[in-house]
């Protein structure tokens, strides 16, 4: 776990001593906020291709599911940038052993990477070890009048448990249960899984 220390509502940097903080008198408090610091990334994509686009209008899901071989804390995932445009609309739903635990409708922009959009759940949800996490997205430009968004997408997914991650093996890949765009173990979108370990 990690600690956020905080005085006269300032967030303090951990290499300084009292000394250093100033304005700091005798019989101050200083405050413990306790977190669980930055989320670890797990990819299943070596590459990203661009040369062509993935196409989506929010008619059918693209989904993914994975399968944690220890307790981890799900905490978020990444689809792919859409190609031209700097925004488009995404449906999405996490389930945990087949009960959801987070589903709602987001504008989604902001690219990271150039390539990605990263996207933070709501909540933090334990999935204990053997358990399926299935991550649903329905994406489109406009979801209202399932106009199409091209974005780009991974490839070459079956070898998703060679590439350097810093939990290697830490996933099973499987496909999602309501996954009818395409993507599957070997290609589409969800190229990421943010989680904390426990």
Known sequence: MAY???FNKTNIQK??????????????????SQGLGKPYVFKRFQKVYTS????????????IAYLPQKNVKVCGFSTFAARS???YEMK????ID???VEQETITATGWEDEHYYRHKLNGVYDAPAGSKIDISVWIAE?????????TYYGEDGNSYETIENEHMGLFKIESGDDSNNGTSVYSGHLGEIMYYLG
């Not at 062509?52 to 989904?63: K, M, R």
């Open 92 to 95: 999405y739903r996490v389930k």
């Open 52 to 63: 062509y686009g993935w196409s989506n209008s929010g008619n059918h899901a693209d989904g």
């Open 85 to 87: 445009k700097d925004c």
């Open 4 to 6: 956020k220390l905080f």
């Open 98 to 100: 087949g009960t959801e």
């Open 142 to 150: 406009n979801l209202g009048s399932n106009s199409y968004v091209e």
């Open 15 to 32: 290499d300084k001593t009292p000394a250093q903080i100033e304005e700091m008198k005798d019989q101050d408090w200083i405050y413990a």
